[in-house]
């Protein structure tokens, strides 16, 4: 009783969000475009934040944030607690409205004034530390749901998958090394295999930006090199920033690492060159 709740109410968060949509599209010249993930990265990264504030009660969480993410590319995000690195995400998500700055999502599209079910729709997915995924459904039961499909109410109802979108699914359980598991209630899943779940059910709609939030949290040692494994593997059909503690793991996985600090860019680099680093030594050392 409880996974069919779960169904309904996914059902009708989509219904609510399509109304609003076709409400508000004809006011909204580009809505459909946007929805619809068109990304023009001819000129310059798929992602890029310069200039950007953000202050709470008077303190500064981003102070003059310039960063920018290359189509494809494996970005590792760290820095001290407090470095802005989750109000970062925020912004680019579109929870964080930013008091100054400029957010952009290829070159058309200003992340600052589209709302968060349009950011995601439009190719900007996001994995919360916790995993959010429903754990009365089976693993091929999430990522159905989490496939992207026409989900106005009538084909809600009667919604069957195609061929290829059972491909697309089969595709992402080899990706996630879920095969075998696909019929299991996503509860029985190990903490990791969660992780892993979540991380599918962003693939399978086709993200042009993952964002990671510490996705080896309380996974065991193996657990933590199948995620380096899987992370490695999206980067290039997907542009993948990963936000991470854990420096062993950072360095299995870095290509390039931007430490934050203070809201701002501190250094970037290769993880050698970062470490290295007399200001990130200081910051990290607290000298």
């Known amino acids: 009783m409880k996974a069919l709740d779960n169904l309904r ?8 969000f399509d109304f609003m949509l076709d409400k508000h599209a004809p006011a909204m010249p580009g809505t459909r475009a946007v929805i619809e993930g068109v990304v023009d990265t001819t000129h310059g990264p798929i992602l890029y934040l310069e200039g950007v504030n953000v202050a709470f009660d008077g303190f500064k969480a981003i102070n003059d944030l310039n960063l920018y993410i290359n189509d494809g590319e494996l970005r590792c995000i760290i820095g001290p607690n407090g470095a802005g690195k989750t109000t970062m995400m925020d912004i680019i998500t579109g929870k964080t409205r930013p008091d100054s700055g400029t957010v952009f999502f290829g070159q058309t599209m200003d992340l600052t004034r589209m709302s968060e079910y349009e950011i995601a729709a439009a190719g900007i997915g996001r994995k919360f530390q916790k995993p959010t995924i429903f ?57 990791g295999q969660k992780q892993w779940l979540e991380i599918g059910m962003l693939v399978v709609q086709n993200p042009r930006v993952l964002l990671v939030d510490e996705p080896i949290a309380g996974m065991t040692h193996q657990e933590t090199e199948r995620t380096a494994e899987l992370l490695t593997s999206l980067a290039g059909k997907h542009s993948v920033v990963v936000v991470e ?43």
């Not at 109410?9 to 609510?16: G, L, N, Q, S």
């Not at 069957?160 to 080899?174: N, P």
């Not at 879920?178 to 190990?190: H, I, P, Y």
């Open 245 to 287: 503690h854990d420096m062993e793991f950072i360095r299995s996985i870095a290509r390039t690492v931007t430490v934050l600090h203070e809201g701002h860019v501190l250094a970037e680099g290769s993880m050698d060159e970062v470490q290295n680093d007399p200001r990130v030594v200081s910051v990290y050392l607290g000298e």
């Open 135 to 191: 754990p009365e459904h089976t693993v091929f039961q999430n990522l159905e749901l989490a496939l992207q499909a026409d989900k106005r109410v009538w084909p809600s109802l009667f919604f069957k998958l195609s061929g290829e979108q059972k491909d697309k699914i089969d595709q992402a359980l080899e990706i996630i090394n879920l095969q075998a598991e696909r019929d299991l209630r996503a509860s029985q899943l190990s903490h």
């Open 9 to 16: 109410e996914t059902m009708r968060r989509d219904r609510v």
